[in-house]
């Protein structure tokens, strides 16, 4: 059974760097071609894919964030974390972080299961 | 590309109802479109995921289909139960190494 459970502070302030950490169980990168993503939902609005950790170590990351946001493999083989630069009020969400059971064919799959998301505020 | 979804629908219980992704550009046929389903407080959950699969686990009463003249994805519930309420959103892939998901569909049953 694949989970996932992200963990980070709950409140950030302007200007700080949020990093997140996802912790999974039920796979490993070194045994199968997937990767974790993170994904985001602020109050009453769509969720936002953010960035994604391949099982090779390659990384995918929003157009519109790509500046602010690293993705890596944590410091045990079954953490990712997630870093974002320079938060702002908006960015205000819950983040969730889900696997990804990697691609055929050139098709891509989507992210299943998710774990139960954290919510961030970014406040003074 | 942006998948855009209606914003909400609402049915009656036993009904069927169809919500729309349509792509705005691009060949929706060229990725697989997936769909979750999220109740509020809630991580969302894969109801159907490459097109037209259901995981194990997710009832017959939800289908899905891809339309490549209209360039859309639709997710059809049918049987409509009050515990269906909830948040749909589609999601696909770009070729250009990123992931989009639509602006969601509240779904009301009453």
């Known amino acids: 059974q694949i989970t996932l459970k992200e963990s980070g502070p709950t409140l950030v302030k302007p200007t700080q760097t949020l990093t997140l950490t996802c912790t999974f169980s039920g796979f490993s990168f070194a045994s199968s071609r997937v990767g974790v993503a993170w994904i985001r939902q602020p109050p009453g609005k769509a969720l936002e894919w953010l960035a994604l950790?391949?099982?090779?170590?390659?990384?995918r990351y929003s157009p519109s964030l790509k500046s602010r946001l690293t993705i890596t493999m944590g410091t045990t083989k079954n953490q990712v974390v997630l870093t974002m630069t320079n938060m702002d009020p908006v960015d205000t969400a819950t983040y969730f972080c889900a696997h990804q059971p990697g691609y055929t064919f050139g098709q891509h799959f989507g992210f299943d299961p998710w774990g139960q998301g954290t919510l961030v505020t970014v406040s003074s | 590309f942006m998948l855009t979804q209606p914003h909400s629908v609402s049915e009656s219980p036993g009904k069927t109802v169809t919500i729309s992704c349509t792509r705005s550009s691009g060949n929706i046929a060229s990725q697989y479109v997936h769909w979750y389903q999220q109740r509020p407080g809630s991580a969302p959950t894969t109801v159907i995921s490459a097109n037209n699969q259901r995981p194990s686990g997710v009832p017959d009463r939800f289908s899905a289909s891809i339309d490549s003249s209209s360039n859309s994805a639709s997710l059809t519930i049918s049987g409509l139960r009050t515990d269906d309420e909830a948040d749909y959103y589609c999601?696909?892939?770009?070729?250009?190494?990123?992931?989009?998901f639509g602006g969601g569909t509240k779904l009301t049953v009453l």
């Open positions: 950790f391949y099982w090779d170590g390659d990384t």
């Open positions: 999601q696909s892939y770009d070729t250009n190494d990123y992931w989009v």
